[in-house]
């Protein structure tokens, strides 16, 4: 058990990302549904929504930092599922020579609500010391940027810790619709983004099966992507 208020990094993973139409997003979805369980929080349609605000500093330092391919990075979001949320995420995602990381901190409805409002002196009395450092950024000029919303498929693999997400009807718009995302504009019509998250090795059946003829893996920021529209 860590020391409430210290940082202990989690485990650094793997992240491989391309992108797919509607059709190879079905075809996909219908192969890896026979071969790989759902996430268990998916709903009776096997998908579920995930609404996004993105923070950045007054240079856009995350932005231009992600475009230029800067090996060492971070961006921080608050995040929530589903369209009546009982409770936001704080995350904090990096990358470091390649591999990936995220930290979260669980906060009340109101805490998040709390937060749109710019009043975050709570922050330095929670115990998670992401919450402190998010308070410091934020002091620094840190603000909410973009909102992206999308709705998720998930599939797991207990070998090698797999996740394999297919994201689907990307939709962005300002901060202020962060709680109403049935406001937000399409944002990549007809793409489907597809992530592979994994530890140390990717099974080989993970590898046939997300294989789409013609697609390669490239970066690919949802947070990036829909920057072009603000």
């Keep these: 058990m860590g020391i409430p208020g210290t940082m202990t990094e989690p485990r650094l993973r793997h992240e491989e990302k391309h992108q797919v139409n509607?059709?190879?997003a079905l075809v996909l979805s219908r192969r890896l549904e026979k071969l790989f369980p759902r996430d268990p929080h998916a709903g009776p349609e096997g998908s579920y929504q995930v609404v996004s605000l993105y923070y950045d500093d007054p240079y856009d330092t995350?932005?231009?930092q992600k475009l230029d391919g800067v090996d060492r990075r971070e961006k921080f979001r608050l995040r929530y599922y589903g369209k009546d949320p009982?409770?936001?995420q704080l995350e904090k995602k990096y990358k470091v020579k390649g591999l990936c990381g995220k930290r979260?901190?669980?906060?009340?409805r109101e805490e998040g609500e709390r937060l749109l409002k710019r009043d975050f002196a709570f922050l330095l009395y929670k115990e998670e010391f992401l919450a402190q450092e998010f308070y410091t950024k934020l002091r620094r000029g840190l603000s909410p940027k973009t909102v992206v919303r999308y709705d998720r498929q998930a599939f797991l693999y207990g070998p090698?810790?797999?996740?394999?997400t297919l994201d689907g009807n990307l939709r962005a718009g300002t901060p202020e619709q962060f709680l109403v995302p049935e406001r937000l504009l399409p944002a990549l019509e007809g793409v489907t983004v597809v992530?592979?998250?994994y530890d140390a090795f990717l099974p080989e059946i993970v590898k046939l099966a997300v294989q789409v003829p013609d697609r390669r893996g490239a970066a690919c920021s949802k947070y990036a992507l829909c920057r072009r529209y603000d």
Excluded: Y
């Design 104 to 108: 979260a901190v669980r906060l009340s």
């Design 195 to 197: 992530e592979v998250k």
């Design 160 to 164: 090698g810790n797999v996740r394999i």
């Design 62 to 64: 995350a932005l231009r």
């Design 22 to 24: 509607l059709r190879e």
């Design 86 to 88: 009982d409770f936001f």
